[in-house]
T-cell receptor, first 113, second 115 residues
Framework: GQQVMQIPQYQHVQEGEDFTTYCNSS?????IQWYKQRPGGHPVFLIQLVKSGEVKKQKRLTFQFGEAKKNSSLHITATQTTDVGTYFCAGTMTTDSWGKFQFGAGTQVVVTP | KAGVTQTPRYLIKTRGQQVTLSCSPISGHRSVSWYQQTPGQGLQFLFEYFSETQRNKGNFPGRFSGRQFSNSRSEMNVSTLELGDSALYLCASSLVGGVDKNIQYFGAGTRLSVL
């Protein structure tokens, strides 16, 4: 079954507001990645987190990896219409180079002006 | 550096037919993975190839197969198409070693419609 869970599945946001989407794993991850897929497009890599408790920022986007390396979050401040799309997290289950790599189901973000 | 190239972009087939999709990875990327994406189902992992060998496999029936060539280009084949196979098929390439080894670089996809 699904080992990487994302919540919420859908997120309706008023332009200018902040929101957070979460990614949870049933097992410890060696790393986690975030991707964004615009409507009609393909997933595009945003960032990778590797260290426990790591926090990285990209302009209005803040990514965090949990201390236990089982969860991650993406926080977007002052949402803009360009933030519309589906955000996927993806995790590697082990440090083995042959380790299982799994995508979450994604959070679909709709922004209302 | 050119990105991941998938051909064709669109395909219409009828039930029972077979189809072959092609993927050319980013130069230097030796791992190629295939995903099926349908509305509400997210990205479903099909398989991954490295060095012409299938390294990982998802939970898809044997009608779905793939291969990789010595130049890292990959093809996937779906035989005896069913209506439920209608989807966007995405190919992604990645490096094999180093800290960035699992970062997936996706192509634009092939949208398959089965009638």
């Amino acid at each position: 079954g699904q080992q990487v869970m994302q919540i919420p599945q859908y997120q309706h946001v008023q332009e200018g507001e902040d929101f957070t989407t979460y990614c949870n794993s049933s097992t410890t991850l060696s790393n986690i990645q975030w991707y964004k897929q615009r409507p009609g497009g393909h997933p595009v890599f945003l960032i990778q987190l590797v260290k426990s408790g790591e926090v990285k920022k990209q302009k209005r986007l803040t990514f965090q990896f949990g201390e236990a390396k089982k969860n991650s979050s993406l926080h977007i401040t002052a949402t803009q219409t360009t933030d519309v799309g589906t955000y996927f997290c993806a995790g590697t289950m082990t440090t083995d180079s042959w380790g299982k790599f799994q995508f979450g189901a994604g959070t679909q973000v709709v922004v209302t002006p | 550096k050119a990105g991941v190239t998938q051909t064709p972009r669109y395909l219409i087939k009828t039930r029972g037919q077979q189809v072959t999709l092609s993927c050319s990875p980013i130069s230097g990327h030796r791992s190629v993975s295939w995903y099926q994406q349908t509305p509400g189902q997210g990205l479903q992992f099909l398989f991954e190839y490295f060095s012409e060998t299938q390294r990982n496999k998802g939970n898809f029936p044997g009608r779905f197969s793939g291969r990789q060539f010595s130049n890292s280009r990959s093809e996937m084949n779906v035989s005896t198409l069913e209506l439920g196979d209608s989807a966007l098929y995405l190919c992604a390439s990645s490096l094999v070693g180093g800290v960035d080894k699992n970062i997936q670089y996706f192509g634009a996809g092939t949208r398959l419609s089965v009638l």
